[in-house]
């Protein structure tokens, strides 16, 4: 699989990552399964958080003899100071590892939350720390709001973003642009969710096929090729699929075409995007 620099801190990363939540509920043998699945494709980005169920309980034993050779990225909802440092530790203990190589604040989502991150005993104070202390290599975040993500740019020189890179929502609102602009210029590492996503669930559409996603992924191998590259094309380093295994299976399958979209492929894309229901922004 191809790999990608991530932003200015040099290191490499494989175009689709394994997002932790597709091991939450399975058994051991299966998260076993998935995750030496992964591997053999070439994926080297692992990323899991504490609000992902029982994803770091099944990581910690799949990835055990594993961790030099795979980036592992890890996330924290807490925004004090105690908090954040209390999640850090029961995710290093769970995770087996003495370090995460990105330690992110997870889903910001609103202005307050900024304020709390980095009021006295915020949790910016805990993402300092562990990157000094040796228990991060880098540090970032990851948001749903374009208001806070850029707030949170200004406030601190962080490593890497996370944030939703969607053909659909691009192409309804330019929901991202914004913030896929600013961390270009900033040389920040850009970490894609929700490339494949299609739509908000239809009314009266079979979601039992995809129970852990809120939203209609997009399941067509050509339309979701599209949607990866489109991602790609914007200077992504690596994209997460939604939290289903055979989402991840068809990321996998895709990730041997990460050409740039022509114009007439754009094209296509912004024409598809009017019959389609964008999930952000909210």
């Keep these: 699989m191809e790999t990608r620099t991530l932003g200015r801190t040099g290191m490499k990363l494989s175009v689709i990552g394994f997002g932790g939540i597709v091991a939450a509920g399975k058994t051991q043998a299966e998260a076993d399964k998935l995750v030496n699945f992964a591997l053999d494709s070439g994926v080297t980005y692992f990323d899991v958080a504490p609000t992902y169920g029982d994803s770091e309980e099944r990581l910690g034993p799949a990835l055990r003899g594993k961790r030099e050779a795979i980036f592992l990225a890890c996330k924290t909802t807490e925004r004090t100071r105690d ?6 530790e029961r995710s290093l203990r769970r995770l087996h590892t003495d370090h995460f190589d990105v330690y992110q604040l997870h ?3 609103s202005m307050q939350e900024v304020e709390t991150i980095f009021a006295p005993n915020g949790a910016i104070e805990t993402i300092q720390r562990a990157k000094t202390e040796g228990k991060a290599r880098l540090v970032g975040f990851s948001a ?11 406030r601190y020189q962080f490593d890497t973003v996370m944030f939703p890179v969607n053909w659909v929502c691009w192409s309804d609102t330019e929901f991202g642009a914004r913030l896929v602009r600013a961390a270009r210029e900033r040389g920040m590492g850009i970490l894609a969710i929700k490339a494949m996503a299609r739509q908000k669930w239809p009314e009266n559409s ?3 096929e995809y129970p852990a996603c809120w939203y209609q992924p997009e399941d067509d191998p050509p339309v979701a090729s599209l949607g990866l590259r489109f991602a790609w094309s914007e200077g992504i380093t690596a994209c997460i699929p939604p939290g289903d295994a055979k989402m991840l299976h068809l990321a996998i399958r895709l990730a041997d075409n990460t050409a740039p979209l022509s114009e007439d492929e754009r094209a296509y894309l912004k024409r598809k995007a009017q019959s389609y229901v964008p999930i952000f922004p909210q």
Aim: proline share 0%.
């Design 83 to 88: 908090g954040a440092q209390r999640e850090l």
């Design 206 to 208: 079979r979601r039992d």
């Design 144 to 154: 749903h709001s374009e208001e806070a993500a850029l707030a949170l740019l200004e």
């Design 107 to 109: 889903g910001v989502t």
